[in-house]
């Protein structure tokens, strides 16, 4: 039998129902096997019958309350303390070995999978992926065991996976796509436009090349945790912007070059309405979208698994230290409670703002006793506003600074959250001190709501972190309201109720010694925060998000072009991306662009810019306060409000642009048929 023979054979054997019925039994077969091996594996007790405890490793829960056995109103203050800070380290310790028996990570990885195996089966390219899958191992494996071509072996890999799971995913794109409206029709076309243009076919592979080149950019002799964020941060950066300015030139390009053509005649003579064909454009970008953007998700979440179980600093395997016992190292510590988590962060409430009318009347008595020696001294309201940001500014650096010897109080709110999960708080922190010397230390004392003293040792210009109860929060009973009978004070003290009162000391209160230098908190230099569960959902969100923001890009190129030559629609929808993007910083740029000189004389075009910057900052706020790639790798929470509000934005924003540009292409004369 001839090899075309052979090859057509296995062709129709791919196809027929009764192998896609045995290979999906036997994929399924085999993902249940790996998936309980790797569970029985990991739920199995570790042997430590010659192992000692890790140095420094708190004991069990059971053997701290064993051997804390009076009764808590029989413990001096101090000894309440300590059992506290003993039972809190534990339950902290405890929260992140968890982590080493999650079996959630594999679960979804094999989850995708599977189903990406079982999708390619009832495709009908179940034996052709196995004979490429075999190929790219038979070259790639060898490639990637032999040092000097290691680095060529996985990136051939990684491509190979990257590119297989594209076009699958394509595949099942098209099938949902198959109704014969022409919506959906006109979305076909455009997905086969995708991998025939020029223009997007290059951005596709430069998008599968660099992340899969990715991961080999890592340095391994950096902390777990750094090595972590810089992949989490670099691929979602590199895949967001690459798919978007896909986005924005292919959106443009499959609507202006139909136009340049004429290929919109044999569209619009048909009967096919403006509307429709809007849309179909749209969801066919908005698809091919979704199909690279879960490709890049699936390989960014599963690699990042799998960092998660490398050794840590300080480990000799993963979740195990150097000292043989199962103990958080401090990388390992920073890697789950502040990169692979979802927190909610409150920073301390500040005592006035820029409309406080106690700050607006001193201000304005500095400007007056100013002008008495100086007449021209804040004339104009531009040097009135910059009077007033440089006396805010200095106004709360007085407040976060706290000389030696003394103390300041400040509150943190709306964390009830934390005291009712019960869940643990992380306290983050950070001082200024001096030229901030590395060489240099300061003791600094902070004494919480329930009189628990914590004294850290801080080098200035770091960020130190320590974990706390919950019993720190404040709670506000029903009886203690009841027992205050003034009206006032009685919602003052309500409005207590979840709140942290924090008063720090510029010195060490145990020894009553002071440190010798003023220390002051930069902005976000004081901050709790607490888990409200795992990173994965605040993945899923990140991505919804980021293809929320892609479908609005795609509506604002397919806006452009329909009125637009491709150059200049590629412009305007550039600019808006670029407007978008940058929102939050043009709006903090206001803050110390000047509109006068320094004799007060008003710069118009610098007037102008002011205006205009404003504008585009306020119209793209809620765009631009989404920030989702920040908030995953900071392991801060992306709440589902925010993503509402945003969603709503984007869904409303992009409305108005689809009504626009149906309209626009209606009125235009698109398929003139002169009858010769």
């Not at 494996?141 to 799971?165: E, H, K, Q």
């Not at 070059?257 to 309405?273: G, N």
């Not at 888990?531 to 990140?542: E, K, Q, T």
């Amino acid at each position: 039998m001839k090899l075309r023979d052979r090859l057509a054979a296995a062709n129709r054997l791919q196809r027929s129902r009764a192998f896609k019925i045995v290979a999906t039994i036997a994929i399924v077969v085999l993902a249940i096997a790996v998936f309980g091996t790797y569970v029985v594996q990991r739920t199995a007790p570790p042997d430590n019958s010659g192992a000692a405890p890790a140095a420094g490793q708190p004991e069990s829960s059971s053997q701290a309350s064993d051997a804390a056995s009076p009764q808590d109103d029989e413990l001096s203050e101090t000894e309440r303390t300590a059992r506290s800070a003993l039972q809190t380290s534990q339950r902290a310790l405890e929260q992140v070995l968890r982590a080493r028996y999650d079996w959630k990570s594999v679960g979804f990885g094999v989850a995708i999978v599977t189903g990406l195996a079982v999708t390619v089966v009832w495709l009908g390219l179940g034996l052709t992926y196995l004979a490429l899958l075999l190929l790219a191992a038979a070259v790639g494996m060898p490639l990637a065991r032999f040092g000097p071509t290691a680095t060529l072996g996985n990136i051939l890999l990684g491509m190979v996976a990257l590119t297989g799971s594209f076009t699958a995913l394509l595949q099942v794109a098209r099938l949902a796509l198959s109704h014969s409206g022409p919506v959906c029709s006109i979305a076909r076309v455009v997905l086969d436009e995708a991998v025939r243009m020029k223009v997007s076919l290059v951005f596709i592979v430069i998008l599968i090349i660099g992340l899969s080149a990715l991961p080999n950019a890592l340095d391994a002799d950096q902390p777990l945790r750094y090595r972590v964020q810089s992949f989490m941060s670099f691929s979602t950066g590199l895949s967001f912007w690459t798919i978007a300015i896909l986005t924005l030139l292919f959106a443009a390009a499959t609507v202006a070059f139909e136009q340049r053509d004429k290929i919109i005649w044999q569209t619009m003579t048909k009967p096919v309405s403006s509307w429709s064909y809007i849309l179909g454009k749209w969801l066919g970008v908005c698809t091919l979208n979704a199909i690279l953007l879960a490709v890049c998700a699936s390989g960014i979440f599963l690699f990042v698994e799998y960092l998660r179980g490398q050794p840590a600093l300080g480990e000799r395997e993963a979740y195990v230290s150097y000292q043989g016992g199962q103990d958080a190292t401090e990388d390992r510590w920073l890697l789950e409670t502040q990169v692979l988590s979802s927190r909610v962060t409150v920073q301390e409430q500040l005592p006035f703002t820029k409309s406080t009318p106690e700050f607006i009347d001193g201000a304005n008595s500095f400007i007056r006793s100013r002008q008495e020696a100086e007449p021209d001294f804040a004339n104009t309201d531009a040097e009135r506003a910059k009077i007033y940001d440089e006396l805010y500014n200095n106004a709360l650096t007085a407040y976060r600074s706290i000389e030696p010897g003394t103390s300041e109080r400040y509150i943190f709110r709306n964390l009830k959250g934390a005291r009712d999960r019960d869940a643990l708080l992380t306290f983050r922190h950070r001082i200024d001190a001096g030229s901030n010397r590395p060489d240099e230390f300061y003791n600094v004392s902070f004494v919480f709501t329930n009189d628990m003293v914590l004294v850290q040792r801080m080098g200035p210009g770091f960020f130190h972190t320590a974990t706390l109860p919950p019993s720190i929060v404040r709670e506000v009973t029903e009886k203690d309201l009841a027992a205050e009978k003034d009206p006032e004070r009685r919602a003052q003290l309500a409005q207590l109720d979840g709140t942290v009162l924090l008063e720090v000391v510029n010195g060490d209160v145990r020894d009553r010694t002071t440190n010798p230098d003023t220390i002051t908190f930069p902005p976000g230099g004081l901050e709790f925060s607490y888990s409200v569960g795992s990173y994965r959902f605040n993945f899923l969100r990140a991505m919804l998000v980021l293809w929320g923001k892609l479908a609005f890009l795609a509506m604002v190129a397919i806006w452009a072009s329909t009125f637009l030559s491709f150059p200049v629609a590629c412009v305007v929808a550039f600019a808006v991306f670029l407007a978008a993007e940058g929102s939050g910083y043009l709006q903090a740029s206001l803050d110390s662009f000047a509109t006068s000189d320094t004799q007060g004389n008003i710069k118009i075009l610098s007037l102008v810019a002011a205006w205009v910057t404003r504008v585009v900052a306020g119209a793209f706020s809620l765009y631009g306060d989404l920030r989702p790639t920040r908030r995953l790798v900071q392991g801060e929470l992306i709440p589902v409000s925010s993503v509402l509000i945003g969603g709503l934005f984007i869904t409303t924003v992009s409305a108005i642009l689809y009504a626009a540009a149906a309209i626009t292409f209606r009125r235009r004369e698109l398929a003139t048929y002169s009858g010769r």
